[in-house]
């Protein structure tokens, strides 16, 4: 169920009536699965600002619109709140909807929902990509729910629903109903989010978003967005604005009108909110819509920049990175007023071995505070994934798409596979140093251009952030570092206090992060360390006799164990399950060579 408003949602319901007829008390539990801690779910940045998640599920709050209104419908977001038996109990069907990312929470989800006997229905990306690796789902509605949500539906009330519903069909996103905002509390989340459009007309080898939502850029008309953009203002909401899109300026023709009835709609009401997207980088060389951006209220913007490497970027079809300077053009949309944030990649087959220390010069000369690194993963029913099955260079599916916690590739690079990643964990470190970030950081500030809103007051909720942020980020390990830049940063740029806060905050979050990434790959090479130790030790130990071996090879084992076990409780605690793989392979590894020495000794002489 993928789905993000002249049509509201009586006439949705209205829209299907005819088809369908549904069971009146119909209960509904919604439920989106939780976050890893990683670069983007900001987990450290949002208690500085009394927050639980960065923005609510708009997809599954769009399906509950689509819902018939008869139904009772909640929602729990495990990033806010646990998921209670009493809650799962209470429901007729519970609909997951969940990303790659989250598919080891989405599966706790289904266990629970088994064991209480209630039915699962999923959809979005990852049951899209992956259903047939899915268990204990009783019914999978895939692809995008204006579609195929209807056809469950139908079905269910007919008793008749069936395990999977497919399509290739691209709905009319103009009928697409206002998500359902009244089910989430607003106030335990950093931003909300909306859609305008879905799909994007680039040919990336290694993108998912065109095999999901097509090339052909479809779009809400601009009366139906800003009408979802005013219940979001009737309902109180002030402040950030994510335009969910793949590629906001993917049709540029239907932008730039939203863009016409959005700059005053904004001006009227004295711009309450700040908004942000994705977008390409050939967003530079449109200057008059870069200026309506800037008008409308866009202050930050996501581009998939991937690599400085040329050869690469024209070999995954990165053609429109290739059209202009990339260095000129994200100084451009910076002066212009708008913060660049930037996706990176390495791992194409052209990188050489300077990649990593290009990346990091790139990052650092382009002023991107968020530089979101990534190691190249072949992502299921991408050109890529199709190519390097044919290659026969496929090892695996995508762990995860989780750079925190799963450094593992599921392809054959080109490059050595231990200095490939030896080299993405080199950029990590380097980039969020709290030296080289906060430089990144100044250099944007003074590149900007102050942000129309300049001489707004601030936010409780900045204001917040600002007193937590001294008492904080003070008397941290990178405390002078912080001050240099508030220091710098006020004086550089005395309009742009909020701005500069929230850099500092953020990069809180961008150094935790990656001092526990780096903390848990030490971990994991230490248990290669202690497994080669152990394995070394049996050959010292093989002149004493059977008592004695046995002996000591009990000995060495529960050493080494306990080794382990101090080293896991160092680790800091949101990642130390992301260990219990390795750490139960460790364990297993020292059994299975205990026994196995066991077996070949006399049954009297066996280690118990």
Not at 117 to 132: E, F, N
Not at 136 to 160: C, M, R, S, W
Not at 326 to 344: C, N, W
Request: glycine share 6%.
């Amino acid at each position: 169920m993928q789905a993000c408003g002249n049509l509201d949602r009586s006439d949705f319901n209205l829209m299907h009536s005819s088809q369908w007829e549904v069971e009146l008390g119909l209960k509904v539990l919604l439920v989106y699965p939780e976050m890893p801690p990683t670069y983007w779910s900001m987990r450290y940045a949002l208690p500085f600002i009394g927050k639980k998640a960065v923005f609510p599920p708009l997809g599954l709050l769009t399906v509950a619109a689509m819902l018939p209104k008869e139904a009772e419908v909640t929602l729990v977001d495990l990033n806010v709140e646990p998921l209670r038996e009493t809650a799962v109990a209470w429901a007729d069907l519970v609909f997951v909807s969940a990303m790659i990312v989250q598919k080891e929470s989405m599966a706790r989800v289904v266990q629970l929902c088994n064991a209480l006997g209630k039915p699962v229905v999923a959809g979005g990306p990852y049951p899209t990509s992956c259903h047939d690796q899915i268990q204990g789902v009783a019914h999978f509605v895939l692809n995008e729910a204006e579609i195929t949500l209807p056809l469950f539906l139908q079905d269910y009330a007919k008793g008749e629903a069936k395990p999977l519903y497919t399509s290739t069909e691209r709905p009319d996103l103009t009928r697409t109903p206002p998500p359902r905002f009244d089910l989430v509390r607003r106030k335990d989340y950093a931003e909300m989010a909306l859609q305008f459009s879905r799909g994007c007309p680039f040919d990336c080898e290694f993108c998912d978003i065109i095999e999901l939502f097509g090339r052909r850029p479809r779009t809400k008309t601009p009366a139906q967005f800003l009408h979802e953009m005013d219940l979001l203002y009737e309902e109180g909401w002030r402040g950030p604005l994510f335009l969910v899109d793949d590629n906001f300026i993917g049709n540029r023709r239907e932008v730039r009108a939203l863009l016409a009835e959005l700059i005053p709609w904004q001006l009227q009401r004295h711009h309450p909110f700040t908004l942000f997207t994705e977008a390409s980088l050939d967003l530079a060389s449109d200057e008059p819509l870069l200026d309506q951006m800037v008008q409308a209220g866009f202050n930050m913007v996501f581009l998939g920049i991937e690599t400085p490497d040329l050869c690469a970027l024209k070999a995954a079809g990165k053609q429109q990175n290739l059209k202009a300077d990339m260095l000129a053009s994200i100084q451009k949309i910076q002066r212009k007023g708008m913060e660049v944030s930037g996706g990176f990649i390495v791992g194409f087959d052209s990188d050489a071995g300077d990649i990593f220390e290009r990346q990091v010069r790139f990052i650092q000369e382009a002023a991107i505070p968020t530089a979101m690194v990534g190691l190249l993963t072949a992502l299921p029913e991408t050109r890529l994934h199709r190519r390097l099955q044919a290659e026969g260079r496929l090892t695996g599916e995508s762990g995860g798409g989780n750079n925190t916690h799963d450094l593992r590739l599921n392809f054959l690079p080109k490059m050595d596979t231990r200095k490939l990643i030896d080299g993405y964990k080199r950029i990590l470190a380097e980039i969020y140093h709290p030296d080289r970030y906060f430089e990144r950081c100044l250099k944007l500030l003074k590149t900007m251009k102050p942000p129309r809103t300049s001489r707004r007051k601030l936010h409780v909720m900045e204001l917040r952030a600002f007193v937590r942020s001294l008492v904080v980020q003070t008397f941290s390990r990178y405390g002078w570092s912080y001050w240099c830049f508030l220091v710098k940063g006020f004086f550089a740029r005395p309009l742009m206090v909020p701005e500069t806060v929230t850099l500092a905050v953020k990069g809180h979050h961008f150094f935790k992060i990656t001092r526990s990434l780096l903390e848990l790959e030490r971990f994991k090479a230490g248990l290669q360390e202690l497994s080669g130790a152990f394995e070394a030790r049996l050959h010292t130990v093989a002149a004493l006799d059977v008592p004695q071996r046995l002996a000591e090879l009990k000995a060495l084992r529960d050493q080494a164990l306990g080794q382990v076990q101090a080293r896991y409780q160092r680790l800091p605690r949101d990642f130390r399950a992301y260990a219990d793989e390795a750490v139960g392979a460790f364990r297993a590894t020292l059994e299975d060579r205990l026994t196995r020495f066991a077996s070949e000794v006399p049954a009297q002489g066996r280690f118990a």
